[in-house]
């Protein structure tokens, strides 16, 4: 896939950060590759957006993409809501 087209294909904006585990109670930082694997994305449709980098999100647009965190419940499911704005589909 070229470079064009794949940045034409990315879809998510994943966010890295720390959560307390409501498993253990204890601080974990959830990195990127940690995300993708958590939610089940293809990995050549995300990006990094890390607050704590400007230089991974300078010159996107926000609303382009739809933006997964880590979570402390552990249920990394997509809503079916925000892939259908991201879709255009209402």
């Known amino acids: 896939m070229s ?23 204890d601080r974990h930082f959830v990195g990127v590759n940690q995300l993708i694997a958590l939610y089940k994305l293809d990995p050549a449709l995300c990006i990094c957006w890390d607050r704590n980098r400007p230089e991974t999100f300078r010159g996107r647009v926000w609303s382009d993409y739809v933006h997964i965190y880590p979570k402390q419940n552990g249920k990394y499911n997509i809503k079916v809501k925000a892939l259908k704005t991201l879709s255009g589909s209402s």
């Open 3 to 25: 470079e064009e087209k794949r940045q034409e294909a990315i879809k998510y904006a994943v966010h890295p950060g720390y959560i307390i585990s409501f498993f253990d109670g």
